[in-house]
């Protein structure tokens, strides 16, 4: 058999398994496509019947009919995606069954319950209505649960089915590439081994015949393209011996010819390699601007060979034109002597270069024309621009990154107010009620919105830095902490605090936000103390390492606990704590709002501290 027939057959058989596995993997995807896509409307079934469960609370606490018109459109939005509901199984199909009966018997209590709270002539008295709410909202949480389990389970079913199908695809594929596997091994050993050693005999016998001995002959005994190789070798062997006068002529041939080469090798001036290998664009003009010589750096970005460079203008190869322009270094250099460097744009060069221009003198001192060096500076022009971009881009982000911060936090409040308002309901309506557990456990639930209430509001603090802050005027430093302390007074006295202050000068900035740097800093002195009494100072003074006086650096300075010189930097980045709640209040947010205001002020802020020695916290402000 020959071998292309061989190569033939194996392509066949790969593209045969190759085209089962593909249909294989497109009716499968397929498959596990639409139960993704049930499994998708599921998951939605389940979010659709836990926001109903949250909005018919609503509805029941304010009975408003905003309230009312939302669950209704939640509810039309629930039925959309059930009647996309259609999965294969008989047992899904149960399932979905089920939803459906749960959604009915929602939709019932829930008109049940507008007709009875909006119905004009309702004379029920305070305790039988309570009674009426509690009891429908019992059942539509019945209804809600019901459907949010089935919609899980159903969830969960067509999962499995998916995890089935694609078991079943992979083990098709690995017994259909088991099966080509095992083609391919006896396909090798059967054939291919076989052809292996004909090609070694083959390669054998050309380099016997490439050393000379053009007597030797290649066994022919195959009927393949081997064979025919191996006949066409012994063919070529006789024909060399013919037109051959004899192995040493060729061999004397050869040497000459060898020695011919590096003779021209060696003719070949050392500085024209130099020269020719000098990355930069080089040029050497005459008085009249024509060219002497072009590296093939030059000459490869003018399209040409160096020989056809030499005898043009400089301009007619690079500009283009035959008058030279006024900027141009060479014309500069002709006219004073002078050495000249200056940065161009040249299109037909392609690019933007450093060009740099010395004069050539002959023996008398008289100019005969100029060196031409121009090194490509695109893309270090390229990589300005980029950095600039990328600058630009980061503090587009950065504002959107606030943005995001403050319409997260802000939108987190009204479901956290939820969870308040019945975790606080829960406390009063069951004040007693219950076993000691539970109310702690309820007080644990109060305490954790509380705290969460706090972060949101802090967080929100932190993102209106950016983009709520006012325009920067003078203002009085002095005037803004001595507010700050009447503010912090009765923290003060609790303390025992000595508080003290350098005169403050007068600055640029936001009077809200300074303010906060300084209730912040001073507050964190006040609860960050050891068992002494406080003593805090803030001073002022220009900023001295800079030398500007326009800068102002103000301090404020503590005989606290102090921190770890290695923390001088996590304690601004936000949320970041070095003590537990438990030892310390707070949030971990107020020093990064700081730095951040400070730094929206064009200034800078860091700490200097010891344990145990107290801290230092330092930040400028533009002067006036």
Request: aromatic share 8%.
């Amino acid at each position: 058999m020959r071998i292309r027939t061989q190569f033939i057959i194996t392509m066949a058989l790969f593209g045969i398994t190759l085209l089962i596995m593909a249909t294989s993997l497109i009716v499968t995807n397929r498959q596990v496509d639409r139960l993704n896509e049930q499994d998708e409307i599921a998951h939605n079934i389940e979010r659709a019947a836990s926001e109903l469960s949250y909005l018919s609370n609503d509805y029941l606490l304010y009975r408003e009919s905003q309230q009312r018109a939302r669950w209704e459109s939640k509810f039309s939005s629930l039925s959309e995606d059930l009647s996309k509901l259609n999965p294969p199984s008989p047992e899904q199909q149960v399932l979905v069954n089920q939803i459906k009966a749960n959604q009915g018997r929602l939709k019932a209590v829930f008109s049940n319950v507008v007709s009875t709270l909006e119905s004009p002539s309702q004379n029920q008295d305070a305790v039988a209505e309570l009674a009426f709410i509690q009891i429908a909202w019992s059942r539509m949480e019945i209804q809600n649960q019901g459907m949010i389990f089935d919609a899980l389970l159903l969830s969960q079913k067509l999962g499995d089915q998916v995890d089935r199908l694609k078991q079943a695809n992979m083990v098709l594929f690995s017994v259909l590439a088991g099966l080509f596997g095992v083609y391919f091994l006896a396909n090798y050993f059967v054939i291919f081994r076989r052809t292996l050693r004909s090609l070694s005999h083959l390669q054998a016998g050309t380099k016997i015949i490439g050393s000379g001995n053009l007597e030797y002959a290649i066994a022919d005994e195959r009927a393949d393209e081997i064979g025919e190789l191996s006949r066409a070798f012994n063919q070529m062997a006789a024909s060399l011996k013919d037109v051959t006068a004899s192995k040493a002529d060729l061999e004397r041939e050869i040497a000459e010819r060898k020695r011919a080469e590096e003779a021209i090798l060696r003719a070949k001036n050392e500085w024209e390699r130099t020269f020719d290998s000098v990355p930069d664009l080089v040029a050497i003009l005459d008085a009249q601007y024509r060219i002497v010589r072009v590296n093939r750096a030059m000459a490869q970005r003018l399209g040409a060979t160096p020989e056809q460079c030499v005898g043009l203008t400089c301009f007619t190869c690079v500009h283009g034109s035959c008058q030279p322009p006024k900027s141009c270094p060479h014309t500069r250099t002709l006219r004073d002597g002078q050495e000249h460097t200056a940065e161009v744009h040249e299109d037909r060069l392609g690019g933007d270069f450093l060009v740099s221009t010395t004069p050539l003198f002959d023996e008398q001192g008289q100019m005969m024309g100029s060196v031409h060096v121009a090194r490509d500076i695109t893309e270090r022009k390229r990589a300005e621009a980029s950095l600039a971009e990328k600058a630009e881009e980061l503090a587009r982000s950065n504002q959107e990154l606030e943005q995001f911060a403050y319409v997260a936090s802000h939108d987190l409040q009204e479901p956290l107010r939820m969870v308040a308002s019945y975790v606080q309901l829960l406390a009063e309506r069951y004040q007693g009620q219950l076993d000691e557990r539970a109310d702690r456990y309820i007080a644990y639930a109060v305490d954790g919105a509380t705290r969460m209430k706090t972060l949101i509001n802090d967080l929100l603090a932190y993102s209106r830095v950016g983009t709520q802050g006012k325009p920067l005027v003078p203002i009085d430093s002095q005037a803004v902490l001595e507010d700050v302390l009447g503010r912090l007074q009765v923290a003060i006295e609790e303390k025992q605090a000595t508080v003290t202050h350098d005169p403050l000068p007068t600055v640029l900035a936001d009077e809200v936000q300074l303010g906060q740097v300084f209730q912040n800093l001073i507050g964190n002195a006040l609860k960050f103390s050891n068992e002494a009494p406080p003593r805090i100072h803030v001073g002022a003074q220009p900023d001295a390492e800079r030398g500007d006086v326009r800068e102002w650096r103000f301090s404020v300075a503590d005989n606290g606990i102090g921190l770890e010189p290695k923390y001088a930097e996590r304690i601004f980045v936000i949320f970041q704590r070095l003590h537990g709640p438990t030892e310390y209040s707070g949030t971990g947010i107020g020093l990064a709002i700081c730095k951040k205001i400070v730094e929206r002020h064009g200034g800078r802020m860091w700490v200097e501290s010891q344990p145990g020695q107290g801290a230092t916290f330092y930040f400028t402000m533009p002067g006036v």
